[in-house]
């Protein structure tokens, strides 16, 4: 088992290095480059940029650039936002919790909604119950969910007034719960809405697949009730796919979180980034896409190590 | 005199076994590990074997769709061991090859007569009317109508699509073909059908055939010599009546005596071959056959039989008539 | 079963599930009005006049779906926003199905190391989420639509490239490939006239349903506006203001999300339709 996990780990590295070098070959390729908070600032003269240019190390050659910034990347230093001269690891790892906060609660739900709707689509397989399982999942994905979260606030938050319109916390609030929650439920929910969406036709397919081989049919035989052969033969099986599917669908997450956070101004990573990019933060821009990356490396490494522990034939391979 | 087509001297295809971390080479599997064959224009070898002694790897390695790992092909007096994928090109025009599987072996997307123009159109031997006219020469030669250049290969039966195989096969009007399994996949009662076609072809255009099979019934049909294969090796080669009526290797007796035959009530005498095929990555030392071999001696353990003439016309690898 | 049979039990497994023909039936609708948006729009969708603001819908009969702050005719506004949502969308799935088979199919037929270099490329790219990709590129470059349909495009390929390298693989092994390697056939000839006939239908399901993703996209960055950009009008940069006017004037907001959602609607039951016709072995 140890020898598994340390074997993704190592393959890991070639992946972090990988992307890396994408990350930064984006910073480089964007037309306007680093600094186009500088360059599209009519008061700065051009020596003022070559200055800055020297202070930021860029007039050296790109595969020095590349190394330096990995260098720097990799010990900590992600370097320091435009205005305020803050660490931007700092501030993103601020905002860490709170996106994780509301990507964790989404996922959650859409787990539990999803897995439920998916299975019970496959049992019912034909029925009225998986034709709307299946048609509402399609529609659900097609909402866009921008809209979606704003319709959301208008009706409910605004005009009805049941729950807060935006924001973590009301002033002064802060630590209580019960207000936290009030807050969390939309966007929770907008968020939810797609991901549960696409689970549940991933949970369906799982279940059907597994549900007609031959090892449900021999359940059957021995006599187990349905549910008995729900839960205890087809769930864990069809539980493992879906486990990796967690993993590669970790951007798509990240994705709908950026949209649902800054919709709702929840003040999580996805909000950070739509406020750099009206502000042309190109640091905090690099920093996210790259810490959104790395993250997701290691979400994906999380879960194939949950895989290997359900399944010894993975890690016996 | 007649031609020597083709001359195979210790031919070897042995496949990597990777080890899954780094891809290191942790073994090999000897698919044909020291294969001699001549072949004489004009006529029908057959290999036979059970699935993994290698017969089909031998007969696509002739053809060079497989790689060799050692050993010499030389086919019409030039040696093609070597030769590059392009420079094959103008050669594979004198070898086909004909496949087992009617469904998987036509493209289900192209008609019947795209997949025949093909041919004509890789090698530029013809152009617009002339391979339209070709093609339907081709259709009439294997028995099947003039309409089925419009039509898709799923349209047809299986018998008819080995037919469309055999076309292809015989369009740039090559001198060997192999037949790898070309009947395996049909109905009994189409079987005969296809191999009287395939003689009939041999006969109209001279062809020199290598014919493959697992079936003993479907190679006496039409085999002038038989080759029998074991783990990658070839047991004994012979001519037809004397493989089938005077075998000499042991494995090629028990062959025999697990054919069916329609006497019910006539004893024969079991050589039921005990145990399992060994794995073709790890054979037994000294002659592959020896931990089955009824007949086995001591030193068939540490000792590979080498191929010996014998008066008969046979060859045969076994201690038994031998070094 | 003769070709025209085999056609017909085609469709007819694609008519018999209906959310597809609804697809079908509204794709072909969108597309029309977007192509005649000239021709049915009654007002130019960017002439400004502040003395027709805020109609309400089916209030005025020169408007009939309102008028927005500016005085713009809401439905032609609609109208000419669907050619430009639909204009993007094609491009990009244009885009992203070229580079995806491409990169699919070359990865697939030559295997070995050109494989493995793809794939990891592939696999990188996929670590990042695509709206982070999008927005940074979107922010920093002239927004154009073709600008725009371009870097949606080569930020979605990647799924395509695995469905179309899975689907090589798989052609590979059947004997007809190596037929045509036995007749002499060079890789190029191989990958034009025996692949590619093959993964067109798995090409056709991906490109539908990648239009719907384009759209989503779009709207988007349009909305942030980092995409179109005003006055040109689309679905999405309508959004931009429509939230600041919604207690009064609900409709400016809800009009545009409602033809989003429904065209991405249609494209995601056409898309499913087909798979299901086409490949009975992914069916859903």
Not at chain 1, 155 to 169: C, E, H, K, Q, R
Not at chain 1, 218 to 238: M, S, W
Not at chain 1, 271 to 294: H, N
Not at chain 3, 81 to 106: D, E, F, K, P, R
């Amino acid at each position: 088992m140890l020898a598994y996990i340390g074997r993704r780990i190592v393959g890991a590295i070639p992946m972090l290095i990988g992307v890396s070098i994408i990350g930064f070959a984006l910073m480089h390729l964007a037309p306007g480059g680093p600094l186009a908070v500088y360059t599209l600032n009519p008061t700065i003269t051009a020596q003022d940029i070559e200055r800055i240019k020297t202070i930021f190390g860029l007039d050296q050659p790109v595969h020095i650039q590349y190394l330096k910034w990995a260098a720097g990347m990799f010990s900590g230093n992600w370097g320091y936002t435009f205005f305020g001269g803050r660490p931007v690891l700092i501030v993103i790892l601020e905002r860490l919790p709170a996106t994780l906060l509301l990507m964790g609660s989404a996922l959650s739900i859409a787990i539990l909604l999803g897995l439920s709707i998916g299975m019970i689509g496959a049992s019912r397989r034909y029925s009225i119950w998986d034709y709307l399982a299946t048609t509402g999942a399609l529609v659900a994905l097609s909402f866009p969910t921008f809209w979606f979260g704003l319709m959301a606030i208008f009706i409910l938050a605004v005009d009805l007034g049941w729950l807060p319109s935006g924001g973590m916390y009301e002033l002064g609030e802060e630590g209580n719960i019960v207000d936290l929650l009030r807050h969390l439920i939309l966007p929770t929910l907008v968020l939810a809405l797609v991901i549960t969406a696409t689970y549940s036709r991933y949970a369906r397919s799982a279940f059907l697949e597994v549900l007609h081989q031959d090892y449900m049919r021999t359940a059957r035989a021995k006599g187990l009730r349905p549910r008995e052969r729900l839960f205890r033969h087809a769930f864990p099986n069809a539980v493992k796919p879906l486990i990796a599917l967690l993993g590669t669908d970790l951007p798509i997450l990240f994705s709908g979180a950026l949209v649902t956070e800054s919709v709702f101004g929840w003040p999580g990573m996805g909000r950070l980034f739509v406020d750099a990019l009206t502000m042309k933060e190109y640091p905090i821009l690099m920093g996210l896409v790259m810490f959104t990356a790395f993250f997701v490396i290691l979400g994906n490494l999380l879960a194939d190590v949950a895989i290997a522990l359900l399944d010894p034939r993975v890690r016996l391979s | 005199m007649v031609e020597t087509l083709l001359e195979v001297r210790g031919l070897h295809t042995h496949f990597p076994i990777l080890s899954k971390l780094f891809r290191r080479p942790v073994g090999n599997v000897r698919a044909v590990d020291g294969v001699d064959l001549d072949l004489a224009a004009g006529e029908v070898l057959g290999i036979v074997g059970e699935s993994g002694s290698g017969k089909t790897t031998t007969g696509k390695t002739i053809l060079k769709l497989i790689e060799p790992s050692a050993g010499s092909i030389v086919f019409e007096g030039r040696n093609i061991t070597r030769l590059s994928p392009s420079m094959m090109t103008p050669i594979r025009r004198r070898m086909q090859i004909i496949f087992q599987d009617p469904m998987s072996s036509l493209n289900p997307r192209m008609t019947v007569g795209r997949i025949l123009a093909a041919p004509f159109e890789i090698h530029r031997v013809a152009a617009g009317r002339e391979i339209e006219d070709r093609v339907a020469e081709l259709l009439a030669m294997v028995g099947l109508p003039a309409e089925a250049v419009s039509r898709y290969p799923h349209e047809f039966s299986g018998g008819q699509r080995q037919r469309i195989g055999i076309a292809r096969a015989l369009a740039l009007r090559p001198r060997l073909i192999v037949a790898d399994e070309p009947v395996s996949a049909l109905d009994v009662s189409i079987q005969a059908q296809i191999m009287n076609l395939l003689k009939h072809l041999k006969d109209e255009l001279k062809l020199t055939f290598i014919l493959i099979s697992h079936n003993l019934g479907v190679v006496s049909h039409i085999c002038d010599r038989v080759a029998v294969m074991y783990l990658g090796r070839i047991v004994e080669t012979a001519p037809r009546e004397s493989l089938f009526f005077a075998p000499k290797h042991p494995y090629t007796e028990a062959l025999l005596q697990a054919v069916p035959t329609p006497e019910p009530g006539r004893t024969r005498r079991r050589a039921v071959l005990g145990g399992d095929i060994p794995s073709p990555a790890n054979p037994p030392s000294g002659c592959a056959f020896h931990p089955r071999c009824p007949k086995a001696m001591s030193r068939c353990a540490h000792d590979t039989p080498r191929p010996t003439r014998l008066p008969g016309g046979q060859v045969v690898a076994c201690h038994l008539y031998g070094p | 079963m003769s070709a025209r049979t085999r056609r017909q039990t085609l469709i007819g497994r694609f008519m018999r599930h209906r959310p597809a023909v609804l697809g079908a039936v509204a794709v072909v609708l969108l597309c029309l009005a977007a192509l005649f948006a000239p021709v049915l729009a009654p007002h130019d969708p960017i002439e400004l006049d502040t003395s027709v603001r805020f109609f309400a819908p089916l209030t005025h009969l020169a408007f009939p779906l309102g008028t927005d702050e500016l005085g713009r005719d809401t439905l032609s506004r609609l109208l000419y926003g669907g050619q430009i949502s639909l204009i993007v969308g094609l491009v990009a799935m244009a885009t992203t199905v070229l580079t995806g088979a491409l990169v699919g199919l070359v990865s697939g037929y030559y295997g070995g190391w050109i494989d493995t270099l793809l794939m990891r490329f592939v696999d990188m790219m996929l670590c990042f989420p695509q709206i982070f990709l999008l927005l940074v590129v979107a922010a920093f470059i002239t927004p154009t639509l073709i600008s725009i349909s371009l870097i949606i495009g080569l930020t979605s390929w990647m799924e395509v490239a695995r469905i179309i390298r899975a689907e090589i693989l798989h052609l590979k092994e059947q004997d007809f490939v190596q037929a045509a390697r036995a007749l002499g056939a060079g890789g190029i000839r191989i990958m034009v006239r025996e692949l590619m006939p093959n993964i067109v239908a798995p090409l056709l399901v991906a490109a539908t349903l990648k239009v719907a993703t384009a759209i989503l996209l779009e709207s988007y960055i349009s909305y942030l506006g980092y995409g179109v950009q005003p006055p040109l009008a689309s679905w999405g940069n309508m959004l931009t203001n429509a939230q600041g006017y919604f207690d009064s004037e609900p409709w400016l907001a809800i009009f545009p999300g409602v033809m989003i959602t429904i065209t991405v609607m249609s494209f995601n039951f056409l898309g499913d339709g087909l798979r299901d016709a086409l490949d009975p072995r992914l069916r859903m």
